[in-house]
Nanobody, 127 residues
Framework: QVQLVESGGGFVQAGGSLRLSCAAS????????MGWFRQAPGLARECVAA????????YYAASVKGRFTISRDNAKNTVYLQMNSLKPEDTAVYYC????????????????????WGQGTQVTVSS
């Protein structure tokens, strides 16, 4: 049974930083593409960053490019999201997602492409 457990969310002032972690279990982590999504109240869930199974390829939403960095440690079955220069509009519940990938280079960026989801962690950025 695949489990994804996010941690690292919290409350931070604008301009601050947080690092989210997602620990995966019940899967061969290196075979899975991973993504970080967020959902603010009343809005659709959106992909903020994604990474291929090897870690070689990444994707960033335009709104976070240059401020967020996704990375993974396949030896620790963990994916990270380093968030710098946080803005109030980054406030949301952040979710980790995983999906089996059959190509090293594949990056998945839509909700429909992911089968496994974590429970989410709240990030609140005050102005």
């Amino acid at each position: 049974q695949v489990q994804l457990v996010e941690s690292g969310g919290g409350f931070v002032q604008a301009g601050g930083s947080l690092r989210l972690s997602c620990a995966a279990s019940g899967l061969t982590f290196s075979n899975y593409a991973m993504g970080w999504f967020r959902q603010a109240p009343g809005l659709a869930r959106e992909c903020v960053a994604a990474i291929s199974q090897s870690g070689r390829n990444t994707y960033y939403a335009a709104s976070v490019k240059g401020r967020f960095t996704i990375s993974r440690d396949n030896a620790k079955n963990t994916v990270y999201l380093q968030m710098n220069s946080l803005k109030p509009e980054d406030t949301a519940v952040y979710y980790c997602a995983a999906d089996r990938s059959y190509a090293n280079s594949v990056v998945k960026t839509s909700v429909a492409q992911y089968y496994h989801w974590g429970q989410g962690t709240q990030v609140t950025v005050s102005s």
